[in-house]
T-cell receptor, first 112, second 113 residues
């Protein structure tokens, strides 16, 4: 099955700086890559996603890039704010289109 | 998206007992899933809840321990049977809508004493 690795496990940045979280996947047939933000005690929330036919997608301060050849994708948050502090999970969807494989998560802390 | 609710939101149970968690969605969805998230960990898929047929379980999870019902396209239950402290976790249901987007319920925080 699919194997998704995520780095780093923890990340601290100063407010206003950028944050980058990287994930790699193993199954070349995976074709959908969402990112979830989970605040403490809350449910995971979908914040951005990218399909395999697109190399980059941006939504205000967040962007995701995908390199299919290298089988890795990254989340970029610019101009970070304290409310960006949370755990972020990447995921890859299997070629059957049903099962999500989640990364191990990155705990992001934005220091005011 | 979809509006998803879960009941109970939390519970404290004695070992050896069972707890049934309910998941309700505000619209009909084909795919519903049950996940477990242990403290500080990622999300682990327990099973896919299939409407009208038996759930599809992931490796390490069995029907006797985690029986699942899916009577219709808006509702599912997960039972955690014969609980032990190792079952203490957050249990989340999720639904897949549109292309591949998956949305999560608020979770049920279970503590087993």
């Amino acid at each position: 099955g699919e194997n998704v690795e995520q780095h780093p496990s923890t990340l601290s940045v100063q407010e206003g700086d950028s944050a980058v979280i990287k994930c790699t996947y193993s199954d070349s047939a995976s074709n959908y890559f969402p990112w979830y933000k989970q605040e403490l005690g809350k449910r995971p929330q979908l914040i951005i996603d990218i399909r395999s036919n697109v190399g980059e997608k941006k939504d205000q301060r967040i962007a995701v890039t995908l390199n299919k050849t290298a089988k890795h994708f990254s989340l970029h948050i610019t101009e970070t704010q304290p409310e960006d502090s949370a755990v972020y999970f990447c995921a890859a969807i299997s070629n059957t289109g049903n099962q999500f494989y989640f990364g191990t998560g990155t705990s992001l802390t934005v220091i005011p | 998206s979809a509006v998803i609710s879960q009941k109970p939101s939390r519970d404290i149970c004695q070992r050896g007992t069972s707890l049934t968690i309910q998941c309700q969605v505000d619209s009909q969805v084909t795919m519903m899933f049950w996940y477990r998230q242990q403290p500080g960990q990622s999300l682990t898929l327990i099973a896919t809840a299939n409407q009208g047929s038996e759930a599809t379980y992931e490796s390490g999870f069995v029907i006797d321990k985690f029986p699942i019902s899916r009577p219709n396209l808006t509702f599912s239950t997960l039972t955690v049977s014969n609980m032990s402290p190792e079952d203490s976790s957050i249990y989340l249901c999720s639904v897949k809508v549109s292309y591949n987007e998956q949305f999560f319920g608020p979770g049920t925080r279970l503590t087993v004493l």
